[in-house]
Every structure is written in structure tokens, then in C-alpha cells.
């Protein structure tokens, strides 16, 4: 089991791609260079970008996910039943929209031979501490399209969709443990969607009633991580979404706190406080004594000016007014990149913050 994993200086997985990735990528999407040719230069991205981290002082480490274009949709389509949907469809971010792909549910959802498995292989094989996979959560395989990205023919009822990702996602955690990971994350935009009244309103216009789906996404998740061996810490991160350092919900943790904090078994959960949109810290009074951790992303990921010391360490005495300090960590409050397209700063900038982040929780807590 990796030691006290969340680790007092945490990331929450995604890096900015440096630009000969972004070249390879370009290259290998026209046809100019192969499969081959362009996972030998993930590679040595990857080797690089793990080097990078650790001189930093991380303990826990992430392939960037270099590999991917966006941050759930190529783990979810290489699940049984799901394919890649190209067309008009975007996600509308706060001033930016996605390009347009999707994802749809043509088929029994399940989990086999999943190529994020030889993805971790890799990883593990070239980091010297903690190496972490992240993942999408189950709950994101439904709630971006709903029902109208779901097969009826496939599913006509929904309760087998959910049973069917549940324990597709039962079948993942074994695997990634199988595959040697013994730090999993689930990512998950739902829980702070669920906080956001428009988001609210958007799902019950489409016929879904956020309050129960709150208890959907809480089976689903709690029959994945029950398969999850003692010696593996599974966490979650809760995000607001992050596309070129924009976003989509606002609103506070506290329509959820309880379920996610106190319910579901997770050992840790990443939490954006970089900005108003996250709320106060008064959700976090749900989350029990004990081993959990609530991972605090007080260093924003979006911009590239650098919080000051005083303040990071003002507003982790503030959360302290609302559980132990002793079961908190530090981190960005996201990726730097949750898309291949990347946050709007300088890889330079990335580091300087990571750094900051390390530093920050040696002075809290006298260890990372």
C-alpha cells in the first residue's frame, strides 16, 4: 500500500503536453507517422515528464495522461460498449466550447482487456515512487448524454445500464490491481454538477431527477470500490470542469457533502477551493474521523500566477475550523491539462506550482 497515499503534496493527474507530443499527435491523427512511431514518442515523453515530477518532491506520480485527448472519454470507449460519437455536439464551457466529440452506449457495457491497463504497465515500470492511475468515475458514463446517448434497444431499462457499469467498474478496479496500481483515482465532474442549480435544472428539463440520480452514482460507485483490496487506496477527484482554463458549474459541495464524504468509501477526495465558485468549507464537517483525507486544491491549475504562501496556509487553517488538519492534504485544485488542448500557462509555470505545492505541505506538515 503506498504510504499515507493521498500524500501531503498531491497532484490531481493531467499535464500540459510539451510540444513534441502535441507535433507526434497531430502527425499520427493525418496519417504522416505510425501507431508505433507515435507511442515511441509518448514513451519518452512519459519518462520525462515522471523524471520531472519526482525531482519536484511528489510522491505520487502520473503519465500526464499523454496518452489521451480528453481526461474520460478515452478510458470510457475502450470499455465493451461504448464507441466514439462525432458530429455537431460540443460542451459549452464559460466562454469556450469543446470540439465536437461525444461518446454513446451501443452495447452491453463491460470491462475486459482494457488498453489503460498496459498504459499503467508502462507508468509503473518507469516511476521510482507511488505510481497513480486516474480514471472517470462510473457516474460520468451516464450523466453527460443521459438517456439519449444509451441504446434503448441495448437498454430499455436503465437499472441494468447501471448495474452493468457498476460492475464493469468492479471488474476495472481489479484489473488496474492485477496490473500492479495500488493508487487509483476516480475523476468525477458529477458531484460538483450536482451542486450547481443550472446543472440542476438542465437535468430536470431532460427528465432526470438530480436527487435521485445523487443515489444512482453512490451505488454504482460503492459496488466498484467494494471490490477494492486493503492494500489499495482508491480516491476521487470533484471538479467543476476544466477546458483551457475555463469551467462549467458553480455552487458548494453542501447538496452532496454528506453521500460523498460520509458514505461512499473512498480513502481520499480531491476538493476544488481555488476559487468562490467551490463554496466555504463547511461541507467537510461530514467527513468522519479517521484515516480518509480530503486532498485541499487551494493552488489553481487555470492561470499561472502563483498563490501567495500566506494565503494557502491562512485558508488551510480555515478548513481546520471544520475537520482535523491532521487529515488534509495540498494539491491543484485540477489537472493542468484535462484535455490534450491544456490550461492556459507555461510549463515552467506547472512546475513553479507543483513546487509551490510540495513546499507549502512540508512547512504544514513537516513531511510530503
Known amino acids: 500500500m503506498p504510504s499515507h497515499a493521498p500524500f501531503r503534496a498531491d497532484e490531481v493527474g493531467s499535464l500540459l503536453r510539451p510540444a513534441e507530443l502535441k507535433t507526434a499527435r497531430a502527425e499520427h491523427s493525418g496519417g504522416g507517422i505510425s501507431d508505433d512511431e507515435l507511442k515511441s514518442?509518448?514513451?519518452?515523453?512519459?519518462?520525462?515528464?515522471?523524471?520531472?515530477?519526482?525531482?519536484?518532491?511528489?510522491?505520487?506520480?502520473?503519465?500526464?495522461?499523454?496518452?489521451r485527448s480528453w481526461w474520460h472519454f478515452d478510458f470510457l470507449t475502450g470499455l465493451n460498449g461504448v464507441e466514439w460519437s462525432v458530429g455537431e455536439k460540443?460542451?459549452?464551457?464559460?466562454?469556450?466550447?469543446?470540439?465536437?466529440?461525444?461518446?454513446?452506449?451501443?452495447?452491453?457495457?463491460?470491462?475486459?482487456?482494457?488498453?489503460?491497463?498496459?498504459?499503467?504497465?508502462?507508468?509503473?515500470?518507469?516511476?521510482?515512487?507511488?505510481?497513480?492511475?486516474?480514471?472517470?468515475?462510473?457516474?460520468?458514463?451516464?450523466?453527460?448524454?443521459?438517456?439519449?446517448?444509451?441504446?434503448?434497444?441495448?437498454?430499455?431499462?436503465?437499472?441494468?445500464?447501471?448495474?452493468?457499469?457498476?460492475?464493469?467498474?468492479?471488474?476495472?478496479?481489479?484489473?488496474?490491481?492485477?496490473?500492479?496500481?495500488?493508487?487509483?483515482?476516480?475523476?468525477?465532474?458529477?458531484?460538483?454538477?450536482?451542486?450547481?442549480?443550472?446543472?440542476?435544472?438542465?437535468?430536470?428539463?431532460?427528465?432526470?431527477?438530480?436527487?435521485?440520480?445523487?443515489?444512482?452514482?453512490?451505488?454504482?460507485?460503492?459496488?466498484?470500490?467494494?471490490?477494492?483490496?486493503?492494500?489499495?487506496?482508491?480516491?476521487?477527484?470533484?471538479?467543476?470542469?476544466?477546458?483551457?482554463?475555463?469551467?462549467?458549474?458553480e455552487g458548494g459541495y453542501?447538496?452532496?457533502?454528506?453521500?460523498?464524504?460520509?458514505?461512499?468509501?473512498?480513502?481520499?477526495?480531491?476538493l476544488e477551493y481555488d476559487s468562490d465558485r467551490a463554496g466555504g468549507f463547511e461541507p467537510l464537517r461530514f467527513l468522519p474521523k479517521g484515516d480518509k483525507r480530503v486532498v485541499l486544491g487551494l493552488v489553481t491549475s487555470k492561470f499561472g500566477e502563483l498563490e501567495k504562501r500566506a494565503d494557502v496556509l491562512a485558508r488551510i487553517e480555515e478548513a481546520g475550523g471544520f475537520a482535523n488538519v491532521d487529515q488534509f492534504c495540498l494539491s491543484p485544485q485540477c489537472g493542468f491539462a484535462s484535455t490534450e488542448e491544456g490550461n492556459i500557462l507555461s510549463e515552467d509555470e506547472q512546475w513553479r506550482k507543483l513546487g509551490f505545492v510540495v513546499d507549502v505541505a512540508r512547512e504544514v506538515w513537516g513531511e510530503v
Open 41 to 67: 514518442v509518448e514513451d519518452a515523453c512519459i519518462r520525462e515528464v515522471v523524471r520531472k515530477q519526482e525531482a519536484v518532491g511528489l510522491r505520487a506520480v502520473t503519465d500526464g495522461e499523454f496518452r
Open 90 to 249: 460540443t460542451i459549452q464551457f464559460h466562454g469556450v466550447e469543446t470540439k465536437a466529440e461525444s461518446i454513446a452506449v451501443t452495447g452491453k457495457v463491460g470491462f475486459t482487456d482494457h488498453p489503460m491497463l498496459d498504459h499503467f504497465r508502462f507508468l509503473k515500470d518507469v516511476a521510482t515512487v507511488t505510481p497513480k492511475m486516474t480514471i472517470p468515475s462510473p457516474s460520468v458514463l451516464h450523466f453527460r448524454g443521459g438517456r439519449e446517448a444509451i441504446s434503448k434497444e441495448v437498454y430499455p431499462d436503465l437499472d441494468a445500464f447501471y448495474a452493468d457499469t457498476a460492475e464493469a467498474y468492479r471488474k476495472a478496479v481489479l484489473g488496474f490491481y492485477e496490473a500492479g496500481c495500488r493508487y487509483l483515482q476516480f475523476d468525477d465532474t458529477v458531484w460538483a454538477y450536482l451542486c450547481s442549480e443550472k446543472e440542476r435544472a438542465d437535468l430536470k428539463a431532460r427528465g432526470d431527477d438530480p436527487d435521485v440520480l445523487i443515489r444512482e452514482y453512490a451505488a454504482m460507485i460503492a459496488h466498484a470500490l467494494a471490490a477494492k483490496p486493503d492494500d489499495m487506496v482508491i480516491t476521487t477527484h470533484v471538479c467543476r470542469g476544466n477546458f483551457r482554463s475555463s469551467w462549467i458549474s
Open 254 to 270: 453542501e447538496p452532496v457533502a454528506e453521500t460523498l464524504l460520509a458514505e461512499l468509501p473512498y480513502n481520499g477526495y480531491f
